[in-house]
């Protein structure tokens, strides 16, 4: 029993303590680690703006008038030289409709004739006194109508023998194949597209530029660039023109000729231009840095302390988009480090730490 009331009093005292006890410590919260950029630093000393390849002659075949493909007599990859015959339409319409206009010129032109026999008669009669004006008046009226009637079936004829001639479809240059529209035995309407052809000697590119870079270049200017996805293939090219109109109010059409070029080069590949550092106006920052508001002009972005190892959150007055960044008017000063990435999980005066990226060997910090 004794041994019962010990145990008793033992517990009492155990919860005693415990009460007694000071409460937990909250946990500190992890510092976030962010990636950082110092604004101003020279990121915007170059912009990658992509530009597309082509030939600078390049046609889209269709013949003039409509009709049954008879035959297709190349294909995709076919070099082709200038004048040589692609396709053709089904013969027999053309033929007659060409005979139909025929015919119907030799009935206008006999038509014609007897008109103008009648009028010479009524003339003949009027001057004698026995025909009435009105009835010349009429003579004269059909002989005009008939000889209209003659030059309509003249243009037919015109007409139908030109459809003759434009039934084949011949190379208007020396090229080849790019694409193949259709097939034999299918209708096609009159300027259905048949065939595509791109000439072999002068490649030129197209680039979309943003106005701020676009208003940098000049006709003659040297750009470099690269392949895309090949850095080691260098290009050199030379501005020829850029629009001055600007396409939906976002980006201006620039023609850029090839002075060096590697081996290989083909239209429709993909490439990266190498814009001069005045070409990109304002300094920029990532278009991920930025925290977007109502307004498209204002934004904000988090600015880092390194003395509190805080970032604070700033409204910042915005410009054009240049490529993958956009351009701070107002807000920000030289040198300052902003948030590039993730500002969409951070709050304003939250604790972060410099993101700092490791190598696979061995965990060796990069610079």
């Not at 003759?164 to 240059?173: I, M, Q, V």
Request: charged share 15%.
């Amino acid at each position: 029993m004794k041994q019962f009331f010990r145990s008793m009093a033992w517990c009492s005292l155990v919860l005693v303590l415990a009460g007694c006890s000071q409460p937990d410590a909250p946990l500190a919260e992890t510092p976030r680690a962010v990636k950082l950029e110092r604004f101003g630093a020279g990121h915007d000393g170059w912009l990658q703006m992509p530009a597309m390849v082509r030939q600078e002659q390049r046609a889209e075949l269709a013949f003039e008038s409509g009709g049954r493909i008879a035959a297709l007599l190349v294909d995709v990859g076919d070099r082709v030289q200038k004048g040589q015959v692609l396709a053709r339409l089904d013969a027999e319409p053309i033929q007659l409709r060409q005979q139909q206009a025929e015919a119907n010129l030799r009935a206008a032109m006999a038509q014609s004739g007897e008109r103008q026999l009648q009028l010479r008669q009524q003339q003949t009669l009027f001057d004698d006194g026995a025909s009435s004006a009105a009835t010349l008046t009429a003579a004269r009226a059909a002989a005009d109508a008939a000889s209209a009637q003659l030059q309509v079936a003249t243009a037919d004829l015109a007409l139908a023998r030109r459809a003759s001639r434009l039934g084949e479809l011949r190379a208007p240059f020396d090229g080849s194949v790019v694409a193949r529209l259709q097939q034999p035995q299918a209708d096609v309407a009159a300027g259905q597209a048949v065939l595509q052809l791109e000439g072999q000697a002068h490649l030129q590119l197209l680039a979309n530029l943003p106005p701020v870079a676009a208003a940098g270049l000049t006709p003659g200017q040297t750009v470099q660039a690269t392949l895309a996805g090949q850095p080691g293939a260098p290009l050199t090219l030379r501005l020829r023109s850029v629009s001055s109109r600007l396409d939906n109010g976002a980006t201006a059409l620039a023609i850029l000729e090839v002075a060096r070029a590697p081996q290989g080069l083909r239209s429709g590949d993909s490439v990266l231009l190498q814009l001069p550092a005045h070409a990109a106006g304002a300094p920029s920052v990532p278009l991920s840095a930025v925290l977007p508001r109502l307004n498209r002009q204002q934004a904000s972005v988090f600015v880092y302390r390194p003395a509190q190892r805080i970032v604070v959150e700033r409204a910042v007055e915005l410009g054009s988009i240049v490529g993958g960044r956009i351009q701070v008017q107002r807000g920000l000063q030289a040198g300052e480090q902003v948030v590039s990435a993730g500002v969409g999980f951070l709050s304003d005066g939250q604790p972060v730490m410099p993101f700092q990226a490791q190598t696979q060997l061995g965990g060796v910090q990069s610079p």
